[in-house]
């Protein structure tokens, strides 16, 4: 069925449940059904047609998520659009799909408006935040925030939220489409194992199952649950984890645009959202907030950090101050990519194992092969994380190579995503992330992993955050290069680098050890809270 028709489904189960909670605004399933009957109506009536692709570059704010399931209605395909892409990114995707219709932020117009002429968009729709307010909150945010957006209005050829329901008004029956279970509903943004930023298209069929696996590996899941859905829904993580399958549970979306941890804090607490998501960086903040270090976090039903490495020494911390403020659960780790929508493996809620990544999700196969190849090694080898599934990605968007590089079928006849990244398997089933082959660094024929050594200079008292590298020494040759940022209290010096360097002798094989060690302010980040390897390297004069 379609992702729409699972929702439905839903509705018809819960229809005066909260669907989500916006700024204080809560919206039942039934009214949320209407609103995207409501919308999948203006779509028809501006031209939208099956197989269309619309673009949606906009934070986790209601009209996202209507005009998502709207066009998922009349069968037409998003692509999803971080909003804060530059406008040249923004130009490349529109063209590359030959999309003819967009939805946008308010906030974020400008850069849709200047590179429009020179892409094939026909509609553009803007949306802003006081739309989806009640009427109250609604006055004041537009006679603050938003009236800096009040030229809009006389601004042509785009078509205001209201306006662009209103289109819709004389629309009696939505068009028939097909049957598209296993057709393409969505398209979400990978560097997949090149870098590359690639569009990988996913199924109806893809997506609904990888929810349901979501709502398997959290049987204490149910349809009074609040999720902090604050994870970005421009990847599939905050899309599908904390919208689609909360959605298809009957549970309500705490939706949240952007955020600090101080907001991210106060809306935690004030919602008591059962379910939070996060990046291991955000979560390192929350601790520091005024407010959670007095917190009860007894009402907490799961917590889970994605999209980066969490390290040992940073897990630790987080459990230990779940603990102290009475949190009955521990921070669970998973591993998945977009190219298998999210998850692949995650820790069970009982007996999960400090540092894995978890166990494969039911129905989801997980092993570890010869680098590239299909071979299965050894549990405790070193070699590639692949899986396989009926979350599979269908391909990347106009990118045949890059597709057969990474879907491959094996021998079983089966079709198995090649990670490009490096873990190893125990007795037990659990898996354990190394860091991605690209950035192995290999010394004197020995394999060297980033993140194993990361988290053992994270853990000496002085360092806040580590990032390592190989740069190039001699020709051919590489060496081990340390980027340290220190915790308040010490200082950068030579004699600091001395001291770290004197600990990681006593942790670290000789091998192994930095050659170089820079100290720097803040580490840089990326759009989604990742360490920039690009910047790193670019410091590093690589």
């Given amino acids: 069925m379609k992702i729409v028709e699972a929702v439905q489904t839903t509705i018809s189960k819960y229809p005066d449940n909260i669907a989500y ?44 998520i209507i005009l998502l399931y709207a066009a998922n209605k009349i069968g037409a395909i998003v692509e999803m659009i971080h909003p804060l892409s530059s406008e040249n990114e923004i130009m490349g995707f529109v063209n590359r799909v030959e999309a003819k219709t967009i939805l946008v932020l308010d906030q974020f117009y400008g850069a849709v408006k200047s590179i429009r002429e020179k892409t094939s968009l026909q509609n553009v729709i803007v949306a802003g935040v006081g739309e989806a307010l009640d009427p109250i909150k609604r006055m004041g945010y537009m006679l603050t925030q938003g009236k800096q957006y009040k030229y809009l209005k006389n601004e042509k050829n785009i078509l205001l939220w209201g306006d662009f329901l209103e289109k819709g008004k004389n629309i009696t029956a939505l068009p028939e489409v097909s049957d598209r279970t296993k057709d393409v ?27 349901i696996k979501m709502m398997e590996a959290n049987p204490m899941l149910n349809s009074s649950d609040r999720f902090l859905s604050v994870m970005p829904i ?59 270090k007095k917190a009860d976090l007894s009402f907490l039903k799961g917590v889970f950090s994605g999209a980066d490495y969490l390290s040992v020494e940073l897990e630790r911390k987080i459990n230990a101050f779940l603990e102290e403020h009475n949190s009955p659960v521990c921070v669970r780790q998973g591993y998945g990519m977009t190219e298998g929508v999210v998850a692949s493996t995650v820790n069970p809620p009982e007996n999960l194992k400090e540092g894995s990544i978890g166990k494969a999700l039911p129905d989801i196969k997980v092993k570890i092969v010869e680098p590239g190849g299909e071979k299965e090694l050894p549990h405790g080898e070193i070699g590639e994380i692949v899986f396989s599934s009926n979350a599979n990605m269908m391909y990347y968007y106009d990118e045949p190579e890059e597709t057969a590089n990474t879907l491959k079928k094996h021998a079983d006849g089966e079709y198995w995503v090649h990670s490009g990244d490096v873990g190893t398997e125990d007795d037990d089933g659990f898996f354990y992330f ?11 024929g020995y394999n060297v992993f980033p993140n194993e050594l990361e988290s053992i200079i994270e853990g000496f008292e002085m360092v806040d955050k580590c990032s390592i590298m190989g740069v ?52 840089p980040k990326t759009k989604v809270g990742k360490v920039d390897i690009k910047a790193l390297r670019e410091k590093a004069g690589q």
């Fill in 21 to 64: 909670q916006f700024m204080g605004k809560c919206t039942s399933y039934s009214d949320f059904f209407s609103q995207i009957e409501e919308a999948a109506k203006a779509l028809t009536a501006i031209g939208v047609k099956e197989d269309d692709i619309i673009c949606i570059a906009m934070p986790n704010v209601p009209q996202a």
């Fill in 185 to 211: 509903a969505l398209i979400l943004h990978s560097g997949g194992t090149t870098g590359k930023v690639k569009g990988v298209c996913l199924s109806n069929d893809s997506i609904n199952f990888s929810a």
């Fill in 234 to 292: 421009f990847h599939g993580n905050g899309l599908v984890i904390g919208v689609h399958s909360m959605l298809m549970l009957g549970a309500r979306c705490v939706l949240i645009p952007r955020f600090t941890p101080e907001t991210y804090a106060k809306d935690l607490l004030k919602s008591r959202c059962n379910y939070m998501s996060g990046v291991p960086a955000l979560f390192e903040k929350l601790m520091d907030v005024d407010i959670m």
């Fill in 434 to 444: 190394k860091g991605r082959i690209k950035q192995m660094v290999v010394i004197n």
């Fill in 472 to 523: 190039q020494h001699t020709e051919g040759a590489q060496r081990i290069k340390a980027f340290i940022v220190l915790n308040q209290g010490y200082e950068a010096s030579d004699e600091m680098k001395q001291k770290i360097l004197e600990l990681c002798r006593k942790s670290i094989a000789k091998y192994s050890l930095p050659k170089e060690i820079e100290f720097l302010d803040e580490m």
